[in-house]
């Protein structure tokens, strides 16, 4: 089996938001939808306080609510875990994001572009289809399909992995399949310390956070 999963080296992130701004060109995402957002805090007591930054965004869970709420259908689950949104059966209710408990899901009903007036490059990308629906991260789900049609191993080759995670300019962010246990996810959770978001409400998501060495 194979099931994908991104990682988040806390002990890395810079909070730079090349990640969001790499998957804002990569999915032409309109202004105020950010499928990969890095969020801002304050850990620790005074005087001992600092900043963490934590990438987040549609955490893809094993029992995604999201999917659990949908009236039509249009939120599925891949085999490999993947979490998918069908624009076609989508009717943009919002259920999913109100069921969501990682605010990782966006809706636009108009066509919106950063400065007003389309760019040419906005105007070449303009997708009808995530009008008036659901959106989220796909963990770069054609591009994962693109690079295994032609061999390439996700989290390993580039061609096969999230643009996100090929961004980041801390190496903070890592991709791959938790069920290969030689996988690069697999051996940095099995030699860290992590956690998940949420993780207590048994949504079971596949973005696991390093925070410190060994167990």
């Known amino acids: 089996m194979t099931r994908y999963a991104m990682i988040a080296d806390l002990r890395r992130c810079v909070g730079c938001q090349t990640c969001t701004a790499a998957c804002k060109e990569a999915n032409a995402t309109p202004p105020?939808?950010?499928?990969?957002?890095?969020?801002?805090?304050?850990?620790?007591?005074?005087?001992?306080?600092?900043?963490?930054?934590?990438?987040?965004?549609?955490?893809?869970?094993?029992q995604?609510?999201?999917?659990?709420?949908?009236?039509t259908r249009a939120t599925g689950k891949r085999a490999d875990g993947i979490v998918t949104i069908d624009y076609e059966l989508c009717i943009g209710c919002s259920y999913c994001a109100l069921a969501?408990?990682?605010?990782?899901?966006?809706?636009v009903d108009t066509v919106?572009?950063?400065?007003?007036?389309?760019?040419?490059?906005?105007?070449a990308r303009i997708d009808e289809k995530r009008v008036g629906v659901a959106t989220k991260c796909t963990f770069c789900a054609?591009?994962?399909?693109?690079?295994?049609?032609?061999g390439k191993v996700p989290g390993v080759?580039?061609?096969?992995?999230?643009?996100?995670?090929?961004?980041?300019?801390?190496?903070a962010l890592h991709f791959?399949?938790?069920?290969?246990?030689?996988?690069?996810?697999s051996l940095l959770l099995a030699s860290n310390e992590w956690f998940r978001m949420h993780e207590e409400l048994g949504t079971g998501p596949n973005i696991y956070y390093l925070w410190d060495k060994g167990r």
């Not at 080759?157 to 190496?171: K, L």
């Open 112 to 123: 919106e572009f950063a400065y007003g007036v389309a760019l040419d490059s906005e105007q």
């Open 176 to 185: 791959g399949d938790l069920d290969d246990p030689e996988s690069p996810v």
């Open 64 to 71: 995604p609510p999201c999917m659990e709420v949908c009236p």
């Open 100 to 107: 969501c408990p990682y605010d990782a899901r966006f809706k």
């Open 142 to 150: 054609d591009r994962l399909d693109a690079g295994l049609a032609t």
């Open 157 to 171: 080759d580039p061609e096969a992995t999230p643009v996100c995670v090929n961004s980041c300019i801390a190496g």
């Open 32 to 62: 105020g939808v950010q499928w990969r957002r890095v969020l801002d805090i304050e850990v620790g007591e005074y005087p001992a306080v600092r900043r963490v930054f934590i990438p987040t965004g549609c955490q893809h869970c094993d």
